[in-house]
């Protein structure tokens, strides 16, 4: 009988705990018949909705959005209707204070000149709740290895997390952004330079289209 892992599960628990999830089959929730049960569906944020986000938004929104930010009701007006099931705010820092914990992924569609800082603590709180999901203590993490975007977003993720720029790997100044295939290319950089041996513990965190953040815990 075919089986699958809940996307959301996955995600939410990260790559090395993702194994010792129980594993349901989809006829038992009725997958097979076009149901899709509440545990499949991401919970998603959306911070920028008046514009391109909208459009992001709907690839998404066979998915749960549970919130969504925009300085400008108005003319964020036609997306809030969209979602009425959705909080609504005009600050992201409170969106992220009182959802950010609930969500899976985080949609930002801001001005180029601000959005770094919204995805970086998305990336940070995601970071933090992998691990704890995962069962693994910060410090027990010997490399983290993330999207290179620029190096200010990772400075500013290892000030917000009160870490070492060491404990990061870093290649943006060699190889430059190559979007989220950075995140790959800094783990084998960091296997061959010796950073991470047998047994080590990495954790991954990379941005997608429509700068959404995600992580996982690798075991080496």
């Not at 500013?156 to 952004?177: S, T």
Request: neutral net charge; hydrophobic residues 45%.
């Amino acid at each position: 009988m075919a089986k699958e892992m809940s996307r959301r599960s996955f995600l939410k628990t990260g790559a090395a705990a993702a194994l010792g999830l129980a594993v349901v089959p989809s006829t038992v929730l009725g997958k097979k018949f076009g149901y899709t049960a509440p545990s499949d569906k991401l919970n998603i944020l959306g911070v920028g909705g008046g514009g391109r986000g909208a459009a992001d938004l709907q690839a998404m929104e066979s998915q749960n959005i549970i919130g969504l930010c925009d300085v400008d009701w108005k003319y964020a007006d036609h997306v809030f209707k969209r979602y009425p099931a959705a909080k609504k705010y005009n600050d992201y820092r409170r969106m992220y204070d009182e959802l950010l914990k609930e969500a899976d992924a985080v949609m930002v569609a801001t001005a180029d000149h601000t959005h770094a800082i919204i995805a970086a603590e998305a990336m940070t709180e995601a970071i933090h709740q992998v691990l704890a999901r995962s069962g693994v203590a910060l410090d027990d993490v010997a490399c983290i290895v993330p999207h290179q975007a620029n190096e200010r977003i990772i400075r500013y993720a290892a000030k917000k997390m009160d870490l070492p720029m060491e404990r990061f790997q870093v290649i943006i100044d060699h190889v430059g952004n190559v979007s989220g295939a950075s995140a790959l290319i800094a783990l084998n950089e960091a296997l061959c330079e010796g950073k991470l041996q047998p047994g080590d513990i990495a954790c991954m965190t990379a941005f997608g289209g429509g700068l959404t953040a995600g992580s996982c815990v690798i075991r080496i």
